[in-house]
């Protein structure tokens, strides 16, 4: 097999116009991609509008391309670019992203650009995919001597794709001290998540998936850990952990999922790049869905690619996701880097604190002061709510949420990504600013 030209994507030259792409993300990708001029379309754009708005300037504009984050983007506006010969890039985190327990507004310290489609759609082949069923490995050994390497550094460091400190808890350590057979871990995501929706071909949440392995496991002992995200309010959950309690210990606590994945036998999982992280460590994985190191004889998979039937080792599959795919960048200087540059960043980040930023973040613009009329009612009175909604905030976001909030209201409900809490947005600020 001849090994393929890894051609990856590139912005440098060109004029990117870019969708789903909130305030924050903007002074990073500047500083990520100098050689690139941006421009934002407003989120939650509809079809409607950006044909209004935008289509004749991108028509007009030479060397214009459209940057997606994720694959939020409307099949017309896909066909749009697609018959105009504009290219689309698809933009995701890579799978070492930041020292934060979530993306939260922490620069990222990976990316993923893809011309076909985000690595999580298994519906069509990705770059990602193209690279996994086409690169000669065999060809290529110091690709896959720096990937054992690489590998091996991840596992003895704990680094994973969020790293937020976190010591063993007790209950988890307790677990350790029961005995058991084998001990089978679930792995919990957010079930309205694209990765979900894109990479399964059948409805799933996390508690069928809780009852399959309960199932398939009798005498063994099931942990489910939910995501992180669910747990804290901060995504919404499909399914109630409470009712697969009586088949699995719920793990609750915010213990890093290396530290579990290193306790257990075996792990469940739809699409969650723990799954991927389990193979590493020599674990056997069941995958539902259709992850990106599913179906290449890794995995147990519960889902067919007619696509993929290549045999591949796991030091192969980690070339492709964490070598050759995904561009690694200096989140302090902005300066792309390579991935072991950016494993010594976070390890050294770990122990003594991330440096500050020189890139610049993007400020929330100022709410209007009082006025007679506007946005903000007569006299302005929907000021007088700040207080009281901000409480709520503290509540069930993030202190940037608050501060967010505070500096405009009703921009910081009209970029919510949950549409109830947009239109909660719509009923406190019916009008914008």
Excluded at 143 to 148: D, H, Y
Excluded at 298 to 327: H, I, M, N, W
Excluded at 358 to 372: E, V, W
């Amino acid at each position: 097999m001849a090994n393929v030209s890894i051609d990856r994507p590139d912005l440098a030259g060109r004029h990117v116009f870019a969708l789903q792409m909130r305030r924050w993300k903007g002074p990073m990708l500047e500083a990520y991609f100098p050689g690139t001029r941006f421009d934002y379309l407003p989120l939650y754009l509809s079809p409607k509008a950006f044909f209004r708005d935008w289509k004749a300037t991108i028509l007009a504009t030479p060397n214009s391309a459209l940057l997606v984050w994720g694959r939020n983007i409307p099949d017309e506006v896909l066909k749009f670019a697609r018959e105009n010969s504009i290219p689309v890039y698809f933009m995701e985190d890579g799978f070492i992203r930041s020292l934060a327990a979530n993306a939260s507004h922490s620069l990222s310290f990976s990316l993923t650009l893809d011309s076909r489609t985000p690595y999580f759609d298994s519906r069509q082949a990705s770059d990602l995919e193209n690279i996994l069923a086409t690169y000669d490995f065999a060809a290529d050994p110091a690709l896959i001597a720096r990937a054992r390497l690489a590998m091996d550094k991840l596992l003895a460091s704990g680094l994973s794709k969020y790293n937020a400190p976190a010591a063993i808890s007790a209950s988890v350590a307790e677990v350790e001290t029961r005995p058991t057979t084998r001990r089978i871990l679930v792995i919990g995501q957010v079930e309205d998540d694209a990765s979900i929706q894109l990479g399964c071909d059948r409805l799933v949440n996390n508690n069928d998936l809780v009852r399959l392995a309960a199932s398939e496991n009798p005498g063994c002992e099931i942990l489910y850990k939910p995501h992180p995200d669910v747990l804290n309010g901060v995504r919404k959950r499909l399914s109630d952990p409470s009712d697969v309690a009586h088949l699995a210990t719920i793990v609750t606590d915010p213990v890093p999922l290396p530290q579990l994945l290193d306790r257990v036998d075996h792990v469940y999982t739809i699409t969650s790049l723990g799954g991927f992280e389990a193979l590493m460590r020599g674990k056997p994985v069941t995958a539902f869905g259709m992850p990106f190191y599913a179906g290449w004889g890794l995995t147990d998979d519960r889902q067919a690619s007619p696509r993929r039937g290549r045999k591949l080792a796991v030091e192969e599959v980690f070339a492709a996701a964490y070598l050759l795919y995904p561009r690694y960048f200096d989140p302090v200087e902005g300066a792309e880097i390579s991935f072991e540059t950016c494993f010594e960043n976070a390890l050294q980040w770990r122990k003594s604190g991330m440096p500050e930023s020189r890139i610049a973040s993007a400020q929330m613009p100022p709410k209007p002061a009082f006025a007679l009329s506007g946005p903000y009612g007569l006299l302005g009175w929907r000021h007088l709510m700040t207080p009281f909604v901000a409480r709520l905030i503290a509540t069930i976001g993030s202190a940037d949420d608050v501060t967010d909030y505070r500096t405009n209201p009703i921009l910081f409900f009209r970029e919510l990504s949950n549409p109830k809490l947009r239109r909660l947005g719509r009923l406190l600020y019916p009008h914008d600013g």
